[in-house]
C-alpha cells in the first residue's frame, strides 16, 4: 500500500469516526431534548391537555414517567457530562436515582461512561448502597422458568442439606 493510499484510507476513516460521533451524541441530545419537552408540558399544560398529550406520545407511562424525572434534573446540563453519557434512557435514570455526592462518586469512578451496561451501573450502584461487599443481604430472586420466580435466603446461612436442595432447584 503506497503513502497516497494510507493518507486517502486515513482520510476516509477520519470522516466516519466524525459523522459516527456525530449521530452518537444526536442521541443523547435527543433523549435529554425529550426530556426536557416533556417535564416542560407537564409543568405549562392543564391536566386536559396533559391527558389528551399522552395518549399519543410514541412510549408508554414508564418511560413518560422516566423521561419526566431526568427532563427534570439539572445534572445532565453540562456538556462535559452529555459527551459522557450512554445513549439509553434507562441508564440515564438511573444516574438521574442518585444522591448528589453518589452521583459525584460515579462521575469519578467511570461510572458515567459512554460504553456502560445498565447492568454495570446497577451492580456500582448496590455497591455503594450496601457497601463494599460482594453480595448484599437481600434475598436473591432467580427465575426457575418463564414467568416463576423463587426468592431464596443467601445460601451461606442455609443448612448444608438445605444448600443442596435449592442447587438441585436451580438446576
Partial sequence: ITRKEQNISATKVNANQRKIR?????TIDGILETASLIADANETLTTQEWNLLVQDLPFGDSVRSMMMSIGKSNRFNKQSIRKRLPPNYNIIYEYYQLEDDQWDMAVSDGIVDTDVSTAAVRKWKDTIKYGKKKTSK??????????????????????????????????
Fill in 138 to 171: 437481600r434475598p436473591s430472586t432467580h427465575s426457575v422458568g418463564r414467568n416463576f420466580y423463587a426468592t431464596i435466603p443467601m445460601l451461606d446461612k442455609l443448612p448444608t442439606d438445605a444448600k443442596e436442595r435449592v442447587d438441585e432447584l436451580l438446576e
Fill in 22 to 26: 456525530t449521530a452518537w451524541q444526536k
